[in-house]
Each structure stands twice: as C-alpha cells, then as structure tokens.
C-alpha cells in the first residue's frame, strides 16, 4: 500500500472517532505521505475523558493496522514511539487511567486500541468514504461546520494563521483562502466569507 492510501486510513481513523465524539474536525493528507488533523474547539478535545481521548488519539494507528495487517499491540507502540502530539496526549490520558486499571499503562491504552477498532468497524461505511476522499482530494472533515469557520472565537488567529500558512504549503489553497477570510473578517476587512465557505464546504463533504 502506498504512503499517501496509508495516511488516508490513519487520518480517517481518527476523523470516524472525532465524529463518535461528537467533534468536528477535519483533515489533510499531503502528496508525500504525511497527514494532519485539526479540530475546530482544542479545548473541547481537552475536556474528553481520558479513555475517550486516548481512543482518539490512538485511532490513527488503529486505523493504520487495519490496512496493513498489523496488530492493535503495534498499534499502542507505534503511538508511544511517534514524535508527533499524539504522543503527549496519549501518555497524559494513559497517565490518568493506568493507576486504576489492573493492567496499569499497556492495559489502558490497549483498551482505547480496542475501543477505536469497535468504532471503526460498527461505522465501516463511513470510514471507508473517508478514506476515499482523503485519497482523492486530499481533504475531508466531519461534525457540524466548525465555529471558528463560522466567525466564531475556538480558533485564535495565531492558531488559524499557522493553520492557513501549513494548508497553503501542502497545496490545500481553498482551505488556506478560507482560514484567511476568516481572520480578515475579524479583523474588520472586506472579505466575502460566506462563498469560500460554501466552495470549502462542497469540497469537505464529498
């Protein structure tokens, strides 16, 4: 399988777990394989319960596994091994769960590993069109349009900048004229928002 089918399955694991939780997100994968998501309210993410944030964090190498053949013990390790947030997240999750599990970290985290596989399968249809869609436009999101797309203030502008700036370098240049337009709008200039977002949203959902 190559890299970029390979990181639409792992952003998608994450994405059918995001849109389990009720969160809205979305995520890009780029020409060299490598992937991003992001969620519209990083505070909402923090005030999951540390299973259900462990399950999300730990969703992508589920995901991952399921293409390869792998197995959800490699899984758990790939996520403790990765350099990227997940491990931060994962570990602080793992962290409050393992003093009161029998099987201390390995059991907690194998049981968010468990939990991401039960989502991923009762919601197979769904993950496989994201898959697909993350294959073919490189881009895909679930849950409710997100507030800070709608003006609202989840995402500050340093936050939506960086985002604009690494969506513009990966070649996402609709989203980048989004997260734009909407700093703009912010910040009192005249934009015209509403059609980015519709053309965004078009190409979001399919």
């Known amino acids: 399988m190559n890299e970029v089918r390979l990181a639409a399955f792992h952003e998608a694991g994450h994405l059918i777990v995001a849109d389990f939780l009720e969160l809205s997100a979305h995520a890009i994968v780029n020409d060299d ?3 991003r998501i992001f969620y519209s309210d990083s505070d909402q993410v923090g005030q999951l319960a540390p299973e259900d944030r462990a399950c999300l964090t730990v969703a992508g ?5 399921m293409a390869s053949g792998g197995d959800l013990k490699r899984a758990v390790a790939r996520t403790f091994n990765s350099a990227s947030d997940d491990l931060e997240i994962m570990v602080m ?3 409050t769960l393992e003093r009161s599990h029998p099987q201390g970290r390995d059991g907690a985290a194998m049981d968010a590993a ?16 994201l898959v697909r869609t993350l294959y073919s436009d490189r881009i ?3 849950g409710p349009e997100p507030s800070a797309l709608r003006g609202g ?3 500050g502008p340093v936050e939506m900048r960086s985002m604009a700036s690494e969506a513009k370098v990966a070649g996402h240049d609709l989203l980048a004229k989004l997260l734009e337009a909407t700093i703009a709008g912010r910040e009192g200039r005249d934009v015209e928002p509403f059609k980015e977002r519709r053309v965004m949203g078009q190409l979001l959902v399919e």
């Open 61 to 65: 190498e589920v995901a991952e596994a």
């Open 140 to 142: 895909a999101r679930v």
């Open 93 to 95: 999750a793992v962290g």
């Open 33 to 35: 394989g490598s992937g």
């Open 153 to 155: 203030q989840v995402a």
């Open 114 to 129: 468990r939990a991401a596989l039960a989502i991923i399968r009762q919601n197979r249809s769904e993950f496989d069109r």
